[in-house]
Protein backbone atom coordinates (compact mmCIF):
# COMPACT_ATOMS: atom_id res chain seq x y z
CA UNK A 1 0.00 0.00 0.00
CA UNK A 2 1.43 3.44 -0.95
CA UNK A 3 2.63 5.79 1.82
CA UNK A 4 1.16 9.30 1.53
CA UNK A 5 3.21 11.93 3.55
CA UNK A 6 2.57 15.40 3.75
CA UNK A 7 4.91 18.38 5.69
CA UNK A 8 3.79 19.87 8.38
CA UNK A 9 4.85 22.70 10.97
CA UNK A 10 6.01 22.57 14.66
CA UNK A 11 6.60 25.08 16.86
CA UNK A 12 8.10 24.73 20.34
CA UNK A 13 9.46 27.56 22.76
CA UNK A 14 11.97 27.99 26.00
CA UNK A 15 10.12 30.94 26.98
CA UNK A 16 12.20 33.43 25.46
CA UNK A 17 12.16 31.98 21.37
CA UNK A 18 10.45 30.22 19.13
CA UNK A 19 11.97 26.66 17.41
CA UNK A 20 10.42 25.96 14.36
CA UNK A 21 10.79 22.61 12.23
CA UNK A 22 8.79 20.96 9.65
CA UNK A 23 8.25 17.20 9.83
CA UNK A 24 7.03 14.51 7.64
CA UNK A 25 3.76 12.42 8.37
CA UNK A 26 1.25 10.34 7.27
CA UNK A 27 -2.18 11.40 5.46
CA UNK A 28 -4.67 11.26 8.11
CA UNK A 29 -7.77 9.09 8.42
CA UNK A 30 -10.73 11.08 6.86
CA UNK A 31 -13.66 10.10 9.09
CA UNK A 32 -17.27 10.95 8.65
CA UNK A 33 -18.34 14.64 8.71
CA UNK A 34 -14.70 15.54 8.34
CA UNK A 35 -12.41 16.77 5.03
CA UNK A 36 -9.22 16.23 4.40
CA UNK A 37 -7.72 19.86 2.49
CA UNK A 38 -4.41 20.23 0.44
CA UNK A 39 -3.09 23.30 1.89
CA UNK A 40 -2.46 25.94 -1.05
CA UNK A 41 -2.09 29.04 1.72
CA UNK A 42 -2.49 29.86 4.92
CA UNK A 43 -2.88 33.05 7.46
CA UNK A 44 -0.22 33.67 9.89
CA UNK A 45 -1.85 35.95 12.76
CA UNK A 46 0.03 37.69 15.66
CA UNK A 47 -0.31 35.11 18.23
CA UNK A 48 -0.78 31.62 15.97
CA UNK A 49 2.85 30.35 16.94
CA UNK A 50 2.80 30.99 20.43
CA UNK A 51 -0.75 29.82 20.75
CA UNK A 52 -1.17 26.55 22.75
CA UNK A 53 -1.69 24.00 20.20
CA UNK A 54 -1.99 19.76 21.34
CA UNK A 55 1.48 18.45 20.24
CA UNK A 56 0.17 16.33 17.34
CA UNK A 57 -0.87 19.37 15.56
CA UNK A 58 0.51 22.52 13.63
CA UNK A 59 -0.86 25.72 14.66
CA UNK A 60 -2.85 28.01 12.95
CA UNK A 61 -6.52 27.50 12.11
CA UNK A 62 -7.47 29.17 8.55
CA UNK A 63 -6.02 28.26 5.17
CA UNK A 64 -7.08 27.94 1.43
CA UNK A 65 -7.08 24.72 -1.23
CA UNK A 66 -8.59 21.99 -2.45
CA UNK A 67 -10.23 19.28 -1.28
CA UNK A 68 -8.66 16.22 -1.61
CA UNK A 69 -10.76 13.56 0.28
CA UNK A 70 -14.39 13.71 1.76
CA UNK A 71 -14.96 11.04 4.76
CA UNK A 72 -18.72 10.14 3.93
CA UNK A 73 -18.97 6.99 1.59
CA UNK A 74 -21.38 9.39 -0.66
CA UNK A 75 -18.86 11.28 -1.88
CA UNK A 76 -19.38 14.33 -0.20
CA UNK A 77 -20.33 16.24 3.09
CA UNK A 78 -22.08 19.20 4.10
CA UNK A 79 -19.84 22.57 4.42
CA UNK A 80 -21.09 25.87 5.49
CA UNK A 81 -22.01 27.19 2.13
CA UNK A 82 -23.08 23.66 0.02
CA UNK A 83 -21.85 20.34 -0.33
CA UNK A 84 -17.96 19.61 -0.86
CA UNK A 85 -16.74 17.11 -3.12
CA UNK A 86 -12.79 15.77 -3.96
CA UNK A 87 -11.82 18.69 -6.23
CA UNK A 88 -13.48 21.83 -4.80
CA UNK A 89 -11.71 24.70 -4.21
CA UNK A 90 -12.34 25.77 -0.28
CA UNK A 91 -11.45 27.79 2.65
CA UNK A 92 -11.63 26.73 5.71
CA UNK A 93 -12.32 28.78 9.25
CA UNK A 94 -11.35 25.87 11.47
CA UNK A 95 -9.15 23.17 11.39
CA UNK A 96 -8.88 19.82 13.41
CA UNK A 97 -5.18 19.12 12.44
CA UNK A 98 -3.72 23.30 12.37
CA UNK A 99 -3.55 25.08 8.97
CA UNK A 100 0.22 25.10 9.27
CA UNK A 101 0.77 22.09 6.78
CA UNK A 102 0.49 21.02 3.11
CA UNK A 103 -2.70 19.35 4.22
CA UNK A 104 -5.24 20.05 6.64
CA UNK A 105 -7.93 17.78 8.39
CA UNK A 106 -10.98 19.86 9.05
CA UNK A 107 -14.73 19.39 10.29
CA UNK A 108 -16.72 19.76 7.03
CA UNK A 109 -18.67 21.99 9.19
CA UNK A 110 -15.98 24.63 9.52
CA UNK A 111 -15.12 24.37 5.29
CA UNK A 112 -16.58 26.62 2.57
CA UNK A 113 -16.60 26.99 -1.01
CA UNK A 114 -14.49 30.15 -2.31
CA UNK A 115 -16.91 32.76 -3.21
CA UNK A 116 -17.10 32.42 -7.45
CA UNK A 117 -15.49 35.98 -7.99
CA UNK A 118 -13.13 35.60 -5.31
CA UNK A 119 -10.01 35.87 -8.17
CA UNK A 120 -11.49 38.97 -10.15
CA UNK A 121 -12.05 40.58 -6.92
CA UNK A 122 -9.44 40.35 -4.33
CA UNK A 123 -6.85 42.94 -3.67
CA UNK A 124 -3.28 43.65 -4.33
CA UNK A 125 -0.60 43.23 -1.41
CA UNK A 126 2.45 45.61 -2.31
CA UNK A 127 4.82 44.37 -4.80
CA UNK A 128 2.23 41.73 -6.54
CA UNK A 129 -0.58 40.60 -7.58
CA UNK A 130 -3.02 38.22 -5.42
CA UNK A 131 -4.66 35.44 -6.32
CA UNK A 132 -8.02 33.76 -5.84
CA UNK A 133 -5.96 31.24 -3.41
CA UNK A 134 -4.44 33.82 -1.16
CA UNK A 135 -7.49 35.95 -1.19
CA UNK A 136 -9.51 33.15 0.50
CA UNK A 137 -6.20 32.44 3.10
CA UNK A 138 -7.04 36.02 4.00
CA UNK A 139 -11.25 35.26 4.67
CA UNK A 140 -10.45 33.28 7.44
CA UNK A 141 -10.43 34.33 11.50
CA UNK A 142 -10.28 38.16 10.70
CA UNK A 143 -13.85 38.40 9.22
CA UNK A 144 -15.14 35.79 11.48
CA UNK A 145 -13.77 37.85 15.08
CA UNK A 146 -15.50 41.35 12.79
CA UNK A 147 -18.76 39.23 12.03
CA UNK A 148 -18.99 38.09 15.94
CA UNK A 149 -17.87 41.98 17.25
CA UNK A 150 -20.28 43.11 15.05
CA UNK A 151 -23.69 40.90 15.93
CA UNK A 152 -22.47 41.21 19.66
CA UNK A 153 -23.03 45.11 19.14
CA UNK A 154 -26.50 44.19 18.13
CA UNK A 155 -25.79 44.70 13.98
CA UNK A 156 -26.24 42.84 10.99
CA UNK A 157 -27.35 43.19 7.60
CA UNK A 158 -29.93 46.19 6.71
CA UNK A 159 -29.34 46.99 10.50
CA UNK A 160 -26.72 50.12 10.19
CA UNK A 161 -29.21 52.36 9.99
CA UNK A 162 -26.82 55.10 9.55
CA UNK A 163 -25.39 54.60 12.36
CA UNK A 164 -21.73 55.57 13.27
CA UNK A 165 -19.01 52.65 13.84
CA UNK A 166 -15.60 53.80 14.92
CA UNK A 167 -12.97 51.08 13.60
CA UNK A 168 -9.53 51.42 15.72
CA UNK A 169 -6.97 49.37 13.24
CA UNK A 170 -9.25 49.79 10.17
CA UNK A 171 -5.93 48.61 8.24
CA UNK A 172 -5.44 45.60 9.74
CA UNK A 173 -6.90 42.00 9.36
CA UNK A 174 -10.26 41.87 11.44
CA UNK A 175 -10.40 46.06 11.48
CA UNK A 176 -11.36 45.91 7.95
CA UNK A 177 -13.10 43.64 7.79
CA UNK A 178 -15.22 45.42 10.60
CA UNK A 179 -15.23 48.39 8.09
CA UNK A 180 -15.84 46.44 4.92
CA UNK A 181 -19.25 44.39 6.61
CA UNK A 182 -20.25 48.07 8.73
CA UNK A 183 -20.39 49.88 5.23
CA UNK A 184 -21.99 46.97 4.03
CA UNK A 185 -24.48 46.78 6.62
CA UNK A 186 -25.89 50.44 6.25
CA UNK A 187 -23.21 52.06 9.04
CA UNK A 188 -21.24 55.29 9.06
CA UNK A 189 -17.55 54.53 9.47
CA UNK A 190 -14.87 55.79 10.63
CA UNK A 191 -11.39 54.18 11.30
CA UNK A 192 -7.79 55.21 12.90
CA UNK A 193 -4.68 53.43 11.09
CA UNK A 194 -0.78 53.67 11.93
CA UNK A 195 0.71 54.43 8.41
CA UNK A 196 0.18 55.89 5.22
CA UNK A 197 0.02 52.61 3.77
CA UNK A 198 -3.00 51.85 6.27
CA UNK A 199 -4.75 55.04 5.52
CA UNK A 200 -4.58 53.65 1.58
CA UNK A 201 -5.81 50.41 2.38
CA UNK A 202 -8.28 51.41 4.39
CA UNK A 203 -10.16 54.62 2.69
CA UNK A 204 -12.50 52.92 0.45
CA UNK A 205 -14.38 51.75 3.80
CA UNK A 206 -13.63 54.38 6.13
CA UNK A 207 -16.38 56.45 4.17
CA UNK A 208 -17.68 59.11 7.26
CA UNK A 209 -14.28 60.72 7.27
CA UNK A 210 -10.59 59.93 6.09
CA UNK A 211 -9.04 57.64 7.99
CA UNK A 212 -7.36 58.95 11.36
CA UNK A 213 -3.79 58.64 12.53
CA UNK A 214 -3.75 56.89 16.04
CA UNK A 215 0.07 57.12 16.20
CA UNK A 216 -0.21 60.97 15.57
CA UNK A 217 -0.13 63.72 18.18
CA UNK A 218 -2.40 63.10 21.46
CA UNK A 219 -6.17 63.79 20.76
CA UNK A 220 -6.12 63.70 17.55
CA UNK A 221 -8.53 61.08 17.15
CA UNK A 222 -10.76 61.92 19.81
CA UNK A 223 -10.84 65.87 17.83
CA UNK A 224 -11.12 63.70 14.19
CA UNK A 225 -13.99 61.73 15.45
CA UNK A 226 -15.88 64.49 17.60
CA UNK A 227 -15.30 66.77 13.92
CA UNK A 228 -17.04 64.22 12.12
CA UNK A 229 -19.58 63.63 14.12
CA UNK A 230 -20.38 67.43 14.93
CA UNK A 231 -19.20 66.71 18.61
CA UNK A 232 -21.91 63.86 18.88
CA UNK A 233 -19.65 60.95 19.04
CA UNK A 234 -20.10 57.77 17.33
CA UNK A 235 -22.27 54.51 18.66
CA UNK A 236 -20.10 51.87 18.69
CA UNK A 237 -16.11 50.83 18.50
CA UNK A 238 -14.75 47.87 17.07
CA UNK A 239 -11.21 47.85 18.81
CA UNK A 240 -9.13 45.83 17.04
CA UNK A 241 -5.83 47.01 18.05
CA UNK A 242 -2.99 44.98 20.09
CA UNK A 243 -3.80 47.27 22.71
CA UNK A 244 -6.72 49.02 23.01
CA UNK A 245 -7.80 52.28 25.14
CA UNK A 246 -10.75 51.32 26.34
CA UNK A 247 -10.96 54.70 28.27
CA UNK A 248 -10.38 56.50 25.13
CA UNK A 249 -12.78 54.36 23.46
CA UNK A 250 -15.13 55.23 25.99
CA UNK A 251 -14.86 58.77 25.80
CA UNK A 252 -15.56 58.60 22.06
CA UNK A 253 -19.19 56.79 22.20
CA UNK A 254 -22.54 57.90 22.63
CA UNK A 255 -24.75 57.26 25.71
CA UNK A 256 -25.97 53.66 25.52
CA UNK A 257 -23.42 52.73 22.75
CA UNK A 258 -21.11 49.46 23.13
CA UNK A 259 -17.30 49.17 22.45
CA UNK A 260 -16.29 45.25 21.17
CA UNK A 261 -12.45 44.76 21.89
CA UNK A 262 -10.95 41.82 19.45
CA UNK A 263 -8.83 39.36 21.20
CA UNK A 264 -7.01 41.86 23.53
CA UNK A 265 -7.06 41.93 27.55
CA UNK A 266 -8.94 44.84 28.33
CA UNK A 267 -7.65 47.58 30.45
CA UNK A 268 -7.09 47.60 34.35
CA UNK A 269 -10.12 46.93 36.54
CA UNK A 270 -8.86 49.86 38.44
CA UNK A 271 -8.81 52.62 35.75
CA UNK A 272 -11.02 54.77 37.38
CA UNK A 273 -12.13 56.83 34.01
CA UNK A 274 -13.02 54.01 32.21
CA UNK A 275 -15.31 53.07 34.99
CA UNK A 276 -16.63 56.44 35.44
CA UNK A 277 -17.42 56.55 31.59
CA UNK A 278 -19.10 53.26 31.69
CA UNK A 279 -21.36 53.94 34.51
CA UNK A 280 -22.12 57.38 33.43
CA UNK A 281 -22.91 56.76 30.03
CA UNK A 282 -24.39 53.52 30.85
CA UNK A 283 -21.84 51.29 27.60
CA UNK A 284 -21.56 48.35 27.26
CA UNK A 285 -17.81 46.37 26.73
CA UNK A 286 -17.84 43.31 25.14
CA UNK A 287 -14.58 41.01 23.97
CA UNK A 288 -14.86 39.01 21.09
CA UNK A 289 -12.07 36.24 19.99
CA UNK A 290 -12.59 34.54 16.53
CA UNK A 291 -11.69 30.63 17.75
CA UNK A 292 -14.85 30.67 20.51
CA UNK A 293 -17.12 31.21 17.61
CA UNK A 294 -19.68 28.09 17.63
CA UNK A 295 -20.35 26.42 13.95
CA UNK A 296 -23.68 28.16 13.64
CA UNK A 297 -21.90 31.31 13.91
CA UNK A 298 -19.46 29.98 11.32
CA UNK A 299 -22.34 28.99 9.26
CA UNK A 300 -23.43 32.69 9.44
CA UNK A 301 -20.36 34.58 9.03
CA UNK A 302 -19.91 32.16 5.41
CA UNK A 303 -23.01 33.13 4.74
CA UNK A 304 -22.44 36.92 4.99
CA UNK A 305 -18.94 36.84 3.63
CA UNK A 306 -20.06 34.59 0.42
CA UNK A 307 -22.76 37.17 -0.41
CA UNK A 308 -20.53 39.96 0.24
CA UNK A 309 -17.81 39.30 -1.77
CA UNK A 310 -20.26 38.19 -4.70
CA UNK A 311 -21.86 41.74 -4.25
CA UNK A 312 -18.54 43.80 -3.79
CA UNK A 313 -18.77 44.83 -0.65
CA UNK A 314 -15.80 42.42 1.08
CA UNK A 315 -12.28 42.89 -0.40
CA UNK A 316 -9.80 40.60 1.50
CA UNK A 317 -6.59 42.59 1.90
CA UNK A 318 -3.38 39.99 1.64
CA UNK A 319 -0.37 41.99 3.15
CA UNK A 320 3.23 40.33 3.30
CA UNK A 321 3.31 37.22 1.37
CA UNK A 322 6.47 34.31 2.34
CA UNK A 323 6.56 31.19 0.16
CA UNK A 324 6.88 27.80 0.91
CA UNK A 325 6.64 26.38 4.34
CA UNK A 326 10.90 26.77 4.35
CA UNK A 327 10.09 30.18 4.71
CA UNK A 328 7.64 29.17 8.07
CA UNK A 329 10.25 30.66 10.66
CA UNK A 330 10.41 33.95 9.16
CA UNK A 331 6.58 33.70 9.26
CA UNK A 332 6.27 32.58 13.04
CA UNK A 333 8.92 35.07 13.91
CA UNK A 334 7.22 38.47 12.00
CA UNK A 335 3.78 38.98 13.63
CA UNK A 336 5.45 38.63 17.10
CA UNK A 337 8.19 40.73 16.73
CA UNK A 338 5.91 43.00 15.43
CA UNK A 339 3.11 42.66 18.07
CA UNK A 340 3.68 46.24 19.06
CA UNK A 341 4.94 47.76 15.98
CA UNK A 342 2.90 49.90 13.39
CA UNK A 343 0.53 47.67 11.56
CA UNK A 344 0.61 46.16 8.06
CA UNK A 345 -2.24 46.43 5.98
CA UNK A 346 -4.21 42.92 5.08
CA UNK A 347 -3.79 39.58 6.52
CA UNK A 348 0.30 38.42 6.34
CA UNK A 349 -0.15 35.11 4.65
CA UNK A 350 2.50 31.33 3.61
CA UNK A 351 1.77 30.61 -0.06
CA UNK A 352 2.86 26.83 -0.11
CA UNK A 353 1.88 26.15 -4.33
CA UNK A 354 5.14 25.64 -6.55
Same mark, same amino acid.
Given at each position: ?36 I ?5 A ?5 ? !? ?30 T ?5 G ?7 T??G ?10 ? /???R ?6 ? !?? /? ?5 A???A ?11 ? /?????R??G ?10 L ?10 L ?48 V ?7 G ?8 ? /? ?22 P ?8 A???VE??? !? ?17 A????A ?18 A???E ?24
Open positions: METRLYRAVRVSSDGASLRVETLPLHWPPVAPGHVLRVHAFVHPDDA !RAATPPSSAPGADCAGVVVAVGSGSGEEVGLGPLRADRVYALRLSAWASMALCEAG /AVAAPLPWAQ !RA /AEPPGGTDRLACAALGAPYVA /AFRALALLGPGRGGGRCLVRGAAGGAGAAAQLGCSWGLAVLGTVGSAAGADAASAWCRAAPPLRHDGAPGAVAAGMAATGGAVDFVVDALR /APDLAGDAGLVRRGGAVAVLGTAAPAGDPALAALKEL !RVVGVRAGAATLEELRECAAVDGVNAGDLVPLVGRVWRGLAVEAAAAPAAAAGATETPGVAVVDLRQ
